[in-house]
């Protein structure tokens, strides 16, 4: 019987995203070796080697674990200047990564992995030893149960989630690991007796052989996994039976072709011709809208797996706390939501570790015992908003500066010029954190640049509000890469670019007398609304050869403007298609008008913010730069 029984999807979730996390640890252990100092991958190798702990963790893969545990140790030092990279521990550091690999293996087979070589290990712990002259760390526990719910929690196959299940500290000693509710711990699968295989390979092991294939079969589910993804049943019926209607539909055009050839141009013939387009046109668009909502899942796939990961982490920190979710219905892309659980991982484990108080804190300042943290997503025209929000101590944007300077990550000149939102922000920097001591959940700095990366990937963007004493809200911007999105096309000169028609509020023409300047920025009163004036032209770096004529007044969730534009060309309904390969910045994509012409979809957020037009909130622009027309 497999040691794994109730838990067969989610080790072969496990399986088949870590194999490609390990193969992409060796890729930068090849560029490391090249560029021993590079902190950049350091960071990364350290944050693979943790991730694939915290999916050992769950599984109570304690080997795995203590191996993992010792090689991000290692890298640990060695971001941090306290190693320095020789031939020598490169040689450790490989025969590692093949350590975990070989463990892979045996657990592809469903059995728990033994020990790694007594080489592999001793030559780790020597390492650590030698360079801090202090105790080599004894082999870690099973993970606790944080990390188990952390792991668990994701459930999905982007096992990056896990980044933030365990922090890379020596496991808290604990039994009480609790695979599925009602099972008992899972057992490290070694036969009673038999000496551990210090010193050998998995190959030379009983049953290797399966367990290679295992692993190579792991890979090639792996492979495919990426290309496939679950629908309901019912959207492809509702593709299928457009498709088909969309066939009886070009046999009728076919045949009023053929009438029309052969001579008969009525009036009749020709309203049963318009007639067919029209009702083509309509089911074209149903196709499309059903096509691409074949690969949106409702987030709350992913939502559910949170409130186990907040309770059993606040239970390990002696709180109280209540994870609210909203939203659950929301859909987005698939792919998404895989690149989403890491972000929203490390975000719920910082709300409860960092952001709320304990329960005697609470009481201490007027509020209720238990504290609450609220998950929400929602969509706000092209764009998804997922809201992280709780009502804990808030954040001080001194003590963060201050934290900074301390770390060496900014200076105290740099520090001076910072504004209150962006003191905030550089808890993003690689390796800040506020905590005084490395604890079982966090403390390394390694969570918040994480969510920042992986944001970025999604051409999204992340914001902070805090007030002391009352909570903090992180905002998480997401656009919508597969929609039919509605635009307005505007012009400069003769070219047209698409807005997202919901970020549009009206269009007003630009009289020149009318324009006021306010501390040396352009701006016109609309409504005794005293608005910033931008020229899109400026903003692309476009030729402009006379003032704009028309502007139009657009509203993102953190600003109210005024964009200048030559002219307008209708507005369309775009099919987004994302540019995977070159994406310039300011540009969320191109669609394709009815006349053949390719048109970029501007990101207006991106190309303000590329240029620091960084607004308050009543969207005057109190720090927003000149831009003269010209």
């Known amino acids: 019987m497999s040691d794994f029984a109730g838990m067969e999807d989610l080790l072969q979730d496990f399986l088949q995203e870590a194999a490609d996390l390990l193969s992409d640890v060796d890729n930068k252990l090849v560029d490391l070796e090249r560029m021993p100092e590079d902190k950049g991958l350091l960071n990364d190798i350290f944050r693979g080697f943790h991730t694939v702990k915290g999916g050992a963790g769950f599984l109570n893969a304690a080997e795995l674990v203590t191996l993992c545990h010792l090689t991000e140790n290692l890298f640990d030092r060695l971001r941090n200047g306290e190693m320095h990279l020789t031939p020598e521990l490169m040689d450790i550091i490989m025969a590692a990564t093949k350590g975990v690999r070989d463990m892979f293996g045996e657990l592809g087979q469903g059995v728990q992995p033994r020990p790694a070589a007594e080489d592999v290990l001793g030559g780790l712990r020597r390492a650590l030893h ?50 599925k509710a009602g099972a008992a711990p899972v057992p490290v699968a ?79 013939t020709l309203h049963a011709l318009d007639q067919a387009v029209s009702q083509l046109d309509l089911l074209v668009s149903d196709l499309q809208n059903s096509v691409m909502k074949t690969r949106m899942q409702p987030i709350g796939r992913l939502f559910q797996k949170y409130p186990r990961i907040a309770r059993d982490l ?29 972000p929203l991982i490390h975000l719920i484990r910082n709300a409860v570790d960092h952001g709320v108080e304990g329960s005697e804190e609470r009481l201490a300042a007027g509020k209720p015992s238990k504290s609450a943290v609220r998950l929400e997503a929602r969509q706000e025209g092209d764009h998804i908003v997922l809201i992280i929000a709780d009502d804990g101590r808030g954040m001080s944007a001194e003590r963060i500066r201050a ?8 200076s105290e000149e740099e520090a001076n010029t910072l504004d209150e939102r962006q003191s905030l922000h550089l808890i993003f920097l690689p390796g800040f954190s506020t905590k005084t001591q490395i604890s079982d959940v966090s403390g390394r700095g390694v969570g918040m640049d994480v969510v920042k990366t992986n944001i970025q990937k999604l051409n999204g963007s992340i914001d902070i509000r805090s007030e002391p004493g009352k909570g903090s809200v992180f905002i998480i911007s997401l656009p919508l890469t597969l ?122 957020k991106e190309l303000l913010s590329d240029l620091g037009q960084h607004m308050d909130g009543d969207g005057r622009g109190s720090s927003m730069r000149a831009l003269e027309f010209g």
């Open 314 to 342: 606040a239970r390990q920190l002696g709180k109280d706390v209540e994870l609210v979710l909203l939203g659950e219905e929301t859909e987005v892309d698939k792919t998404m939501i895989e690149d989403l659980a890491d």
């Open 483 to 604: 929609a039919i999105l509605p635009v307005l096309l505007v012009l400069l000169g003769d070219q047209p670019f698409a807005l997202p028609l919901s970020l549009v509020r009206e269009i007003l023409p630009i009289e020149q007398g009318k324009l006021q300047e306010v501390g040396g920025k352009a701006t016109l009163v609309v409504r005794g609304e005293i608005l910033p004036v931008v020229s899109l032209a400026k903003l692309l770096g476009w030729p402009q050869d006379a003032p704009p004529e028309y502007g139009v007044l657009m509203q993102t969730a953190e600003r109210s403007f005024i964009l200048a534009v030559d002219n307008f060309a209708g507005r369309d309904d775009a099919v987004i298609k994302s540019l995977e390969d070159f994406r310039p910045r300011g540009v969320a994509g191109v669609t394709t008008l009815s006349n053949g012409q390719i048109v970029l979809i501007l990101d207006m």
């Open 130 to 179: 030698e360079e801090t002259a202090e105790p080599a760390p004894a082999p870690a526990e099973p993970a606790a149960p944080v990390a188990a719910a952390s792991a668990a929690a994701d459930g999905g196959p982007d096992w990056q989630a896990l980044h933030g299940a365990v922090t890379g500290q020596p496991a808290v000693p604990s039994t009480d690991v609790i695979p």
């Open 403 to 410: 934290k900074a300077i301390e770390k060496g990550l900014i």
């Open 190 to 268: 070694a036969a009673p007796g038999a000496p551990p295989p210090y010193g050998r390979r998995v190959s030379d092991k009983p049953g290797a052989p399966q367990a290679a294939g295992a692993g190579r079969r792991v890979e090639e589910r792996a492979a495919t996994r990426e290309n496939t993804i679950r629908v309901d049943t019912s959207r492809l019926d509702q593709v299928l039976n457009l498709s088909g209607e969309i066939g009886l539909m070009k046999n009728r055009l076919t045949s009023l072709r053929a009438d029309i050839l052969a001579g008969k141009t009525d009036s009749e």
